[in-house]
């Protein structure tokens, strides 16, 4: 048994609105609203980059860009040229 268990568990994630049980209900719930998610093109615009993730996805003339910060502090982060005045 985990030595934090009776911080981390079922009940204390279900009672923290900001828990990661309630990040991932909203993830799925955007993956099944919106078919971008699941289909398309995926580009990877971050290669090699450790600090942060970032992918644009297109399908049906839409076009979505997910960027990700992987670490506790702001990372400066610019939008590619490719990408400026799109929306």
Not at 49 to 69: D, E, G, K, M, S
Request: include cysteine; charge should be positive; charged fraction near 15%.
């Amino acid at each position: 048994m985990a030595n934090n268990y009776r911080q981390i568990n079922v009940k204390a994630a279900l009672a923290d609105q900001n828990s990661i049980f309630y990040c991932y209900q909203t993830l799925i719930k955007l993956r099944k609203e919106y078919p971008i998610f699941i289909f398309g093109d995926y580009q990877d615009l971050t290669a090699n980059v450790a600090n942060y993730w970032c992918y644009l996805r297109r399908y049906n003339n839409q076009q979505l860009l997910v960027i990700t910060n992987l670490t506790e502090q702001p990372v400066n982060w610019q939008l590619p040229k490719t990408l400026q005045g799109t929306n």
